[in-house]
């Protein structure tokens, strides 16, 4: 019985152990190739699944940015899209991050309008006018006045008022006396040598010479000038045209105008070419008009004295007497003042013309951004409670937070262009009412000089 009962004890014992060894037992291959392959496909899903594109951070403050920054959609016309990526935006969001959703999605279009407003130059330009310091405007035009006066033999002949030599100087005298300030004056005679004999016309035909340099006038020296010479040889018409182009010719520039008077009672004696020599002098780079005041002349020599001053883009004009020869400059004198005071007419114009554009374009493209930016500040608005229906946001905190960001944008931006267009506008006003006060004093001044 004892035998017995431990043969018994013994089996179970290791009926127990072959059980634990049995539970031990690694599973086969084929028991695990399920689980294998299921993760593997876990993997290779994974893989193929595109990740999530992450939402750029919307500017806030940074005007620059904002309007760089332009939705997918347009808000009115695209609501179909939007909702179904407003449907697909992750739940919980905070009010940044569902700022920078929406931006990313409606943004208006800002930068073509804002490029535009920021290209305006509120600065009003005449020439060199600058906004720096003082109103750089052009310097009132520079006349130099350059009298060629015939002192031949002829100019000895008497007309109605006295000798014609004693006339042409009293009237030219007062003429370059009344030139207004800033003007020059010069007086060139030609043929005052010899008797106007055959054998002394070589030494007439070159008598050419400055009496009195370009400069102001100064009466005293002018009055020595004119009492040096009498009349006396030959006409050399075209060599005094000639040697008036060298006197002008580092005369130029854009507020310098060049205009010659000749005087002569006759055609040319000595064998030049005053047509050609006229064309030469208006076509330099001087640009001189050649007017003839033709005192006395028979019909032949106005003939070529016409063609003189139309080959010198100038005119020409008869007189046969003192009251005659003092009108006309007289005429001239008032020429230069209505051609001066057309110059500031023109500015005026100009810088009203200026003005207004450079006004206009300020309120057409901050209007433009400003109706933008509203337009989109309402569609954002709009946005959050349809955020809010779908529960996408955190909580009410972060729904507080978007409506306080989409505030800020509008404000950011509104402030921004309005500051520059004030800024614009003040510079604006300032030039506008500098160059206007200039011009008229200028004017002020021309009318002075000149007189009515």
Request: no cysteine.
């Given at each position: 019985m004892t035998n017995f009962k431990m043969l018994l004890v013994g089996n179970l014992l290791l009926a127990a152990m072959l059980a634990g060894c049995s539970s031990d037992e690694k599973p086969s291959a084929a028991d695990n190739q399920p689980a294998k392959e299921e993760q593997q496909a876990e993997k290779e899903?994974?893989?193929?699944?595109?990740?999530e594109p992450a939402i750029p951070e919307?500017?806030?403050?940074?005007?620059?940015?904002?309007?760089?920054?332009?939705?997918?959609?347009?808000?009115?016309?695209?609501?179909?899209?939007?909702?179904?990526?407003?449907?697909?935006?992750?739940?919980?969001?905070?009010?940044?991050?569902?700022?920078?959703?929406?931006?990313?999605?409606?943004?208006?279009?800002?930068?073509?309008?804002?490029?535009?407003?920021?290209?305006?130059?509120?600065?009003?330009?005449?020439?060199?006018a600058t906004p720096e310091d003082e109103i750089d405007l052009p310097e009132q035009e520079t006349v130099n006045v350059a009298v060629l006066l015939d002192a031949s033999g002829s100019m000895a002949g008497e007309v109605s008022g006295g000798q014609k030599m004693k006339l042409a100087k009293q009237a030219i005298q007062k003429y370059a006396a009344d030139l207004p300030e800033g003007s020059n004056v010069m007086l060139r005679i030609y043929g005052h040598k010899g008797e106007g004999t055959n054998a002394d016309k070589e030494m007439s035909c070159s008598s050419n010479e400055v009496v009195y340099d370009l400069s102001a006038y100064d009466e005293s020296k002018f009055t020595a000038a004119l009492e040096e010479f009498a009349p006396a040889g030959w006409t050399p018409l075209a060599g005094a045209i000639e040697a008036a182009e060298q006197d002008l010719q580092e005369q130029n520039g854009d507020n310098i105008r060049n205009v010659i008077y000749v005087v002569s009672d006759g055609i040319e004696t000595c064998g030049g070419n005053p047509v050609a020599a006229a064309a030469s002098l208006s076509g330099s780079g001087i640009e001189a008009e050649v007017n003839i005041i033709g005192f006395d002349v028979d019909n032949e020599g106005q003939k070529q004295l016409e063609e003189v001053a139309k080959?010198?883009?100038?005119?020409?004009?008869?007189?046969?007497?003192?009251?005659?020869?003092?009108?006309?400059?007289?005429?001239?004198y008032s020429r230069l003042y209505w051609e001066w005071l057309a110059w500031g007419n023109d500015r005026y114009y100009d810088i009203l013309h200026q003005s207004n554009n450079i006004y206009?374009?300020?309120?057409?493209?901050?209007?433009?951004?400003?109706?933008?930016?509203?337009?989109?500040l309402n569609n954002m608005y709009s946005m959050s409670n349809k955020l809010a229906d779908l529960g996408k946001f955190k909580d009410e905190e972060a729904a507080t937070k978007y409506k306080e960001l989409i505030e800020t944008r509008h404000e950011t931006v509104t402030q921004y262009f309005r500051q520059e267009q004030e800024r614009k506008d003040t510079i604006r006003k300032d030039m506008h009412e500098k160059l206007e006060a200039k011009v008229k004093q200028l004017q002020e001044e021309s009318e002075e000089n000149y007189g009515s």
């Open positions: 899903a994974e893989k193929e699944a595109p990740a919307a500017a806030i403050h940074n005007v620059e940015e904002i309007v760089k920054e332009k939705g997918k959609y347009d808000a009115r016309n695209q609501m179909e899209e939007i909702q179904k990526e407003l449907e697909a935006a992750p739940d919980g969001m905070t009010g940044e991050e569902a700022y920078s959703l929406i931006v990313s999605l409606i943004a208006p279009d800002l930068e073509e309008p804002a490029a535009k407003f920021e290209a305006i130059d509120p600065v009003i330009t005449i020439d060199s080959a010198g883009k100038g005119q020409y004009k008869s007189v046969y007497s003192e009251s005659e020869l003092n009108e006309y400059l007289k005429q001239e206009s374009d300020l309120l057409k493209y901050n209007n433009d951004i400003y109706g933008k930016s509203l337009a989109s």
